[in-house]
């Protein structure tokens, strides 16, 4: 039975500040993009905070043949130019890079991991660290799988200390192939070692979907089919698919944002109260939406989902080409550049009440949101003629850019009459907190440094989402139904204003 | 009028006026901004405040240093601010009042507009601050109370102006006769209101410190040696009882966290406190050292050293502030990169275990510019029982010597 250890009484009443301890991260793929633009500028700004314990540090590994002094000079060129404090304090960015370290790993040789783990005790000797270990792939999916086998035959994932794997999503592309990579992780670490990263969990503003619903007493009775007639989830991009034509086209919107970012979002929306935030409990609540939620087979698909693509279009004032005119994109693309779908959650408190979906590339603006849509007066108190200008409540949940809440509201017109209007009543985050909030990564990172995985995804949760996603997937490869196309720059194809008007609904212009 | 109104005009000024002006010029300066902010619209966004903060400034100086730090914090975050002065009694005479105004615009999010007012209290009002402030105060919103200099502890006019509020902040380390005052303090919170906060922003200061602590002794294989220190050993700035605030702060968090009880303590010559605490049979020898002051705030603790042994194996960690820095001999390729210049404040950690190499671990400290100090301290409250009960154990040990 494992012992719960008693906190550090010395820590209590340091409010935000949590602390880790000290362990070596191993970065594979630390000359890559991920590495530059998001881990040394997080790792940086953690240690501007002083969340990074004496005897951190960091190994870069990967194929790039590098010094020490040379990936220490390559890590402060990325950090000046990501991190999102400006100016860069250079004392704090010293005493980062003396902890950076390098090895030349190539993933397939096992001689290299070798010389890792010789690099790692002779680290963990002089840095007092008891073999605390953070295996971060931060290189594509395709290669966790190798490392996590090359670490285990050098016998780097055990020993003394902890020892953690995180990888970053896709966690797999169907149910099959995340199956395979699980079955892998596990055999190399224990479950709860195993970090996945989605990012998007690491927002503030996500995190904060919990704390609205749960620290609050007023929304919770009211959260339920009783009330809230449906909800609208919109994940909305203007760019396109940039430089990721191969990977894009390979994916498409269902894969790459309605599987992880948007079903996430229909979990935090949906689940039940947990006992507490603590990942267990937390992430026991987010599989149990994932399996409740009524599987799409057979001509529900037709029915409940509708795929698109985008032809050429004018975003943002400047027009743009369509998807099929991309860089590494098929000329006879079928791939949706844009996806949305009508869910049901069965359970006691969701009966009934429709989910909507919507995921897409070149749409008008870059938004994020969630919308709680209530059902309208059973009675109407002031005659038809003055309700006429006034919306059911709604609760707007703004992921991002302008991350807030509004409630929607009808109010009276000032007048002699009487005529009543919607109004909102809004929170912004921006204006309304005393600290400013810590990018996904750095409070990622440091949850992986503490140990607690609740903003990580659980394996049951990965497969719980690639089971409702793979026979729509499978069914959009027949062909059913038929992909549509939509302008860049409008809110997708005329198919998924259909899908919601033939509920008698309409989505939400965000 | 001192000569900070000059730095920003005031959108309105009375002399002689009531606070029954007062508030019909907010309300006036408020429905103006949201309706120019509305434009075309026919809804106005709804106004925006997070907290009232009350500056009471006892001189013109404070009174500067309040309106800069009150509008630096007003920039980001819309709060109404007042700042209270108060002035020798004019015959016939009972408020001179301004109303500054600041409009932030967030790139995504409608503008806000920060209000500070300043209020110059003649003769007997002053007394009752509570009256004078209650109808300026936002609803539910917190107040916070920062009283800068040394609060009347025990006297009408502080007990009036703390009924309306919900924190009051002081910084210890700017106290007159700080040994009195502070003792006066710890026995303030037993007749304020249950709902009081206390901040300190020489408390705030000691962050550092007690985050560099805590880290030592949170890895598990670590945390045994808290039941194992034998001693402890504080460096202090400057001498005399009233510079011991900031060490007595330290040895009372630790004590009060690890339940230490104190035997005994004696000052010596030269700034030397020995205590003796007591705890589960062992003994715990603390020690305050006087150092030079330099360059050093009076009563700054400058170093912390914490010996001990546990199963076995020893270990001592000690914190510096600012310690010498050794010259570089050697360019790595960081030093190739161009350099601001070098202005922020170091915190040297050693760490020894058993018979391992030191450990050096060095962390910046951000400057302690007063607004951010105070931004730290209210983004979390100013309730906080390990302040009040650091500052318990503070005050039993420095009535000891």
């Known amino acids: 039975m494992k012992v719960e250890e008693a906190p550090n009484p010395l820590a209590e009443g340091l409010h935000d500040y949590r602390i880790a301890v000290p362990a070596v991260m191993v970065i594979f793929g630390a000359t890559g993009d991920l590495s530059g633009r998001k881990l040394l500028p997080a790792l940086y700004n953690l240690a501007r905070q002083r969340s990074l314990p004496a005897g951190f540090a960091v190994v870069g590994a990967a194929m790039t043949e590098m010094s020490d002094g040379a990936f220490r000079k390559h890590a402060a060129q990325r950090i000046r130019q990501f991190s999102r404090t400006q100016p860069i304090d250079d004392r704090v960015l010293d005493a980062l890079l003396s902890s950076l370290h390098y090895v030349t790993v190539d993933f397939g040789r096992l001689e290299d991991f070798k010389a890792l783990g010789t690099k790692l005790d ?40 902890f020892h953690r794997i995180v990888v970053e999503k896709p966690f797999g592309s169907d149910l099959q192939s995340a199956r395979e990579l699980t079955q892998t992780l596990q055999k190399v670490f224990t479950e709860d070692s195993v970090y996945r990263i989605d990012h998007y969990l690491g927002k503030e503003t996500v995190q904060n979907i919990l704390a609205f619903r749960f620290a609050n007493s007023i929304f919770e009775p009211v959260w339920n089919s009783n009330l809230i007639d449906s909800v609208q989830i919109t994940v909305a991009e203007e760019i396109g698919i940039e ?150 409540n709604a609760i707007t949940l703004r992921i991002q850019p302008e991350e807030g809440i509004s409630l929607k509201f009808g109010a009276k017109v000032p007048s ?54 793979d026979p729509i997937e499978s069914a959009w490869r027949d062909g059913r139904p038929r992909l549509q196309t939509y302008a860049a720059g409008s809110w997708g194809p005329d198919a998924a204003a259909q899908l919601l008007n033939a509920d008698g609904r309409e989505w939400h212009r965000p | 009028m001192s000569a900070t109104q000059d730095e920003a005009p005031p959108v309105w000024h009375g002399e002689d006026v009531t606070i029954g002006d007062v508030l019909a010029a907010l309300g006036e300066i408020r429905y103006k901004f949201a309706r120019a902010e509305a434009g075309d619209e026919e809804l106005l966004h709804p106004r925006n405040c997070v907290m009232t903060l009350i500056g009471i400034a006892p001189t013109e100086a404070h009174e500067h240093v309040a309106k800069r730090t009150t509008q630096t914090i007003g920039m980001q975050h819309p709060a109404q601010a007042i700042v209270i002065r108060e002035e020798a009694p004019i015959r016939g005479r009972y408020l001179d009042a301004w109303i500054t105004t600041d409009v932030r615009r967030p790139e995504v999010a409608c503008a ?58 002081v910084d210890t380390s700017h106290f007159d006769e700080p040994y009195n005052s502070f003792r006066r303090m710890a026995g303030m919170l037993k007749v304020a209101h249950h709902r009081l906060g206390l901040g300190d922003l020489q408390w705030a200061r000691l962050r550092p410190w007690r985050e560099t602590i805590a880290q030592f002794f949170t890895p598990s294989e670590r945390r045994s040696f808290l039941r194992g220190i034998s001693e402890m050993g504080i460096d202090y700035a400057g001498e005399g009882r009233g510079n011991r605030i900031a060490a007595s702060l330290v040895t009372g968090w630790i004590a009060s966290a690890m339940g230490w009880r104190l035997r005994r303590a004696v000052a010596g010559s030269g700034g030397v406190v020995a205590a003796i605490y007591e705890s589960g049979g062992r003994s715990i020898e603390v020690q305050f050292r006087s ?67 030191p450990l050096r671990h060095v962390q910046q400290l951000e400057p302690e510019a007063e607004a951010e100090l105070l931004l730290d301290l209210l983004s979390t409250g100013t309730h906080d029982e390990v302040y009040n009960r650091s500052m318990a154990a503070a005050s039993e040990l420095m009535e000891k010597v």
């Open chain 1, 122 to 161: 002779e680290l963990d000797a002089a840095n007092h660290v008891p073999g605390n270990r953070i295996f971060y792939c931060a290189t594509p999916p395709p290669t966790y799988q190798t490392i996590a086998v090359q670490l285990q035959a050098a016998g780097l994932n055990k020993g003394e200390g």
């Open chain 1, 243 to 392: 430089n990721r034509g191969a990977y894009y086209d390979r994916a498409g919107a269902l894969r790459d944002i309605i599987q992880n970012h948007g079903l996430q979002l229909v979990t935090l929306t949906a689940m039940e109260p947990p006992l507490a935030f603590e990942s267990g409990a937390v992430r026991d609540e987010k599989v149990k939406v994932l399996r409740s939620i009524r599987p799409l087979i057979g001509e529900d698909i037709e029915q409940s989902t509708v795929r698109g693509q985008y032809t050429r279009g004018w975003v943002l004032g400047e027009q743009v080409g369509g998807y099929r005119e991309e860089k590494n994109v098929a000329p006879d693309s079928q791939t949706e550049t844009y996806a949305a779908l009508r869910l049901f959650v069965d359970n006691w408190r969701w009966a009934g009440v429709p989910f909507y979906i919507r995921a897409g590339k070149r749409l008008p603006k870059r938004i994020t949101e969630i919308r709680i849509q209530f059902k309208r007066p059973p009675h109407l108190t002031f005659g038809r003629d003055a309700m006429k200008e006034v919306d059911p």
């Open chain 1, 416 to 469: 002699a009459g009487l005529r009543i209007r919607s109004v909102t009543m809004d929170f912004q985050y921006v204006t309304s907190f005393l600290v400013e909030a810590p990018e996904a990564y750095e409070r990622l990172l440091l949850d992986c440094m503490i140990g607690d995985p609740t903003l990580f995804t659980r394996a049951d949760e990965v497969e719980a989402a690639w089971t409702l996603v």
């Open chain 2, 112 to 169: 806000v507009q920060c209000e500070l007012l300043t209020l110059h209290v003649h003769g007997k009002a002053a007394d009752h601050l509570g009256a004078l402030l209650d109808p300026l105060l936002v609803s539910g919103v917190p107040t916070y109370l920062w009283w800068l200099g040394t609060p009347p502890f025990g006297k009408r006019e502080l007990l009036d102006a703390l009924r309306v509020c919900d924190g009051l902040v």
């Open chain 2, 291 to 357: 150092v030079p002051q330099g360059d050093r705030v009076a009563g700054e603790v400058s170093a912390v050293r914490i010996a001990g042994a546990s199963l076995g194996k020893s270990f001592r960690l000690s914190v510096h502030h600012n310690p010498p820095r050794a010259r570089r001999v050697s360019r790595t390729p960081v030093d190739v990169e161009r350099r601001r210049q070098d202005t922020g404040r170091v915190l040297l950690t050693l760490i020894e275990i058993g018979d391992g190499e």
